[in-house]
């Protein structure tokens, strides 16, 4: 089982950055992908971004160019957010594909959320 914890959400002026964490923990084989998503009120939550253990990354179309994903272990994922526009207002969370020990078989978990905030 893998326990995920954000955190670096906040209120910020349009035009402002954040920047959120993600530290992944528990017993686990490996953290394959991981992930950013956010869900705003009344709507579907949907993807951010991804990172792939290897570094690779995707970004959704609205965050792109402005929006920036790493990680810095196999176990941390930061998500690097420039200028903001209050459409980002959501709650981001984050998502680790991992492989169980023993059986190796794979697994998602998601963090709690964290409330980001952007102001016209």
């Known amino acids: 089982q893998v326990q995920l914890v954000e955190s670096g959400g906040g209120l910020v002026q349009a035009g402002g950055s954040l920047r959120l964490s993600c530290a992944a923990s528990?017993?686990?084989?490996?953290?394959?992908?991981m992930g950013w998503y956010r869900q705003a009120p009344d709507k579907q939550r949907e993807l951010v971004a991804t990172?792939?253990?290897?570094?690779?990354s995707d970004y959704a179309d609205s965050v792109k160019g402005r929006f920036t994903i790493s990680r810095d272990n196999a176990n941390l994922v930061y998500l690097q957010m420039n200028s903001l526009k209050p459409e980002d207002t959501a709650v981001y969370y984050c998502?680790?594909?991992?492989?169980?020990?023993?059986?190796?078989?794979?697994?998602?978990?998601w963090g709690q959320g964290t409330q980001v905030t952007v102001s016209s």
């Open positions: 998502k680790a594909d991992y492989q169980r020990i023993l059986t190796l078989s794979t697994a998602s978990s």
């Open positions: 528990g017993r686990f084989f490996r953290i394959n992908g």
């Open positions: 990172i792939s253990r290897g570094g690779s």
